[in-house]
């Protein structure tokens, strides 16, 4: 099987423990319809990664706050959403403007569009996107610091928000894990210190949320939504009542993508 097709079914197998809790390796077997060999490998690289925690005859879940905070995790989730939210975000960003991107793997989809949007500064904590932008001559690019974070694959702490209030850019795009008609959250501390800062350098705000993350909340608030200046989520809006559409129309712009 490719690369794809196994990252397909290790993305098949955390979902249907997310939901059981537990599951054994012959029932992974059974579902993926492949050797038990293979489903034992999936699940060493799945607790490698930290998805999951294997124990003798089968497999758990790990915690919500844990798994979701995973990059491994994130990048296998809702792509083509993500895909279509960061094109239509992309419309938002012009030549010449200076933009800062946080360490969410929508953000990372953006990051991909954005070269044809040149002339840029680019300012980012994420890794990832600052490969991405080495060797473009039309992209000033400016890392921020801070203490490494192998979950995030990006620089977060003290350093790297000493660094953010040192700056002003044109406009801030960043994810987060959860929102409801109200609020934005995430789970974790750091990260949540991190965005904010991110969020008050910026003169224009963008949340990019696919629907997954819309009617939910988790431990940290981050900020009303009314303080961003859009939101753009994914097309596939079946799971929104009309009701939490409505109530977010009333407190910004909500821009929908479509293709996801």
């Known amino acids: 099987m490719t690369t794809t097709g196994a990252e397909a079914r290790r993305q098949m197998i955390t979902e249907h423990v997310l939901h059981h809790g537990t599951a054994s390796g012959a029932e992974l077997a059974e579902l993926t319809r492949v050797s038990l060999m293979t489903v034992h490998r999936d699940l060493d690289e799945l607790a490698r990664r930290g998805v999951l925690r294997r124990f003798r005859g089968g497999v758990s879940a790990l915690p919500s706050t844990v798994?979701?905070?995973?990059?491994?995790?994130?990048?296998?989730?809702?792509?083509?959403?993500?895909?279509?939210?960061?094109?239509?975000?992309?419309?938002?960003?012009?030549?010449?403007?200076?933009?800062?991107?946080?360490?969410?793997?929508?953000?990372?989809?953006?990051?991909?569009?954005?070269?044809?949007?040149?002339?840029?500064?680019?300012?980012?904590?994420?890794?990832?996107?600052?490969?991405?932008?080495?060797?473009?001559?039309?992209?000033?690019?400016?890392?921020?610091?801070?203490?490494y974070s192998h979950t995030h694959d990006s620089f977060l702490g003290v350093p790297c928000l000493e660094a953010i209030e040192a700056l002003s850019v044109d406009m801030v795009l960043v994810s987060t894990s959860a929102m409801d008609a109200r609020m934005t959250y995430h789970q974790e501390q750091d990260v949540v210190l991190v965005k904010r800062a991110m969020l008050a350098s910026g003169t224009r705000k963008v949340l990019l949320m696919d629907r997954t993350k819309l009617a939910r909340t988790a431990l940290h608030r981050l900020a009303p939504v009314e303080d961003f200046d859009h939101l753009v989520v994914d097309g596939v809006l079946d799971g929104l009542s009309g009701e939490l559409l409505t109530a977010l129309k009333e407190r910004t712009d909500v821009r929908v993508a479509v293709g996801g």
């Open 67 to 147: 798994f979701e905070s995973n990059l491994d995790y994130r990048l296998g989730v809702n792509t083509a959403e993500k895909e279509a939210i960061a094109k239509t975000a992309a419309d938002l960003v012009e030549p010449g403007m200076s933009v800062m991107l946080d360490d969410s793997t929508t953000a990372l989809a953006l990051a991909r569009l954005l070269v044809e949007h040149a002339p840029l500064t680019v300012v980012t904590n994420a890794r990832r996107v600052i490969d991405l932008f080495v060797g473009h001559e039309d992209i000033r690019l400016i890392s921020l610091g801070g203490e």
